[in-house]
């Protein structure tokens, strides 16, 4: 069975380094970890992925990811934080050997302070 | 760019009304999916498809049905709504190796 895990909420100072953690269940063996986010009008906008057959953490702007595989755990780093980047964050597993949906967590709310 | 379109945007209807809300892709993918998100929940797969005539049931399908029509159109129907469907529904579409693409989602209230 499917499932994904975040914190429920986190907080940080501007200029931050912020670590939103995601842990996951799956017996597959090929899949995509997606992280997203959420304005505050309640649009998702999509981040960055990780496959799982990569071993090298993906990097996309100031967002990049610290992936653990064998711990299935994901971590979003987000460099540099700024009041802005406040909001909710999802993260997904896409199992990518069957027909299964993506799954989404609950969501961590971050609140970025100036 | 890829798109997905969902209407209505926002819906107010009575508790036994029946509701429909729509779903169109133009990304040429083959799955499609209905979430509804919900405080402390996060997003819940309701139904999803991987092609036209396909059907999937998720994880929260009590009282809701839908349709895959084409390729592009995937319908979500209520036709008993009741107050605990008060929630925000997305679309979404995805291949199986790509992003998952999100419409803007439709704000349903049921009184």
């Known amino acids: 069975a499917q499932r994904v895990t975040q914190v429920q909420s986190t907080g940080s100072s501007q200029w931050g380094e912020v670590t939103l953690d995601c842990s996951y269940e799956?017996?597959?063996?090929?899949?995509?970890i997606l992280w997203y986010r959420q304005l505050f009008s309640g649009e998702m906008v999509f981040l960055i992925y990780?496959?799982?057959?990569?071993?090298q953490n993906q990097r996309s702007g100031h967002y990049s990811v610290v992936f653990q595989k064998s711990f299935k755990s994901i971590s979003l780093v987000i460099s540099a934080s700024q009041p802005e980047d406040s909001g909710t964050y999802f993260c997904?597993?896409?199992?990518?050997?069957?027909?299964?949906?993506?799954?989404f967590g609950a969501g961590t709310k971050l609140s970025v302070k100036p | 760019e890829a798109a997905v379109t969902q209407s209505p945007r926002n819906k107010v209807t009575v508790t036994g009304g029946n509701v429909t809300l729509s779903c169109r892709q133009t990304?040429?993918?083959?799955?499609m999916y209905w979430y509804r998100q919900d405080t402390g929940h996060g997003l819940r797969l309701i139904h999803y498809?991987?092609?036209?005539?396909?059907?999937q049931i998720g994880d929260v399908p009590d009282g809701y049905k839908a349709t895959r029509t084409t390729q592009e159109d995937f319908f979500l129907l209520l036709e008993l709504a009741s107050p605990s469907q008060t929630s925000l529904y997305f679309c979404?579409?995805?291949?199986?190796?790509?992003?998952?693409?999100f419409g803007k989602g439709t704000r349903l209230t049921v009184v």
């Open positions: 979404a579409s995805s291949d199986r190796d790509t992003e998952v693409f």
């Open positions: 799956t017996s597959e063996y090929s899949y995509l």
């Open positions: 990780q496959p799982s057959f990569d071993t």
């Open positions: 997904a597993l896409s199992e990518l050997t069957n027909n299964n949906a993506p799954r």
């Open positions: 990304n040429s993918h083959n799955y």
């Open positions: 498809s991987y092609g036209a005539g396909n059907l």
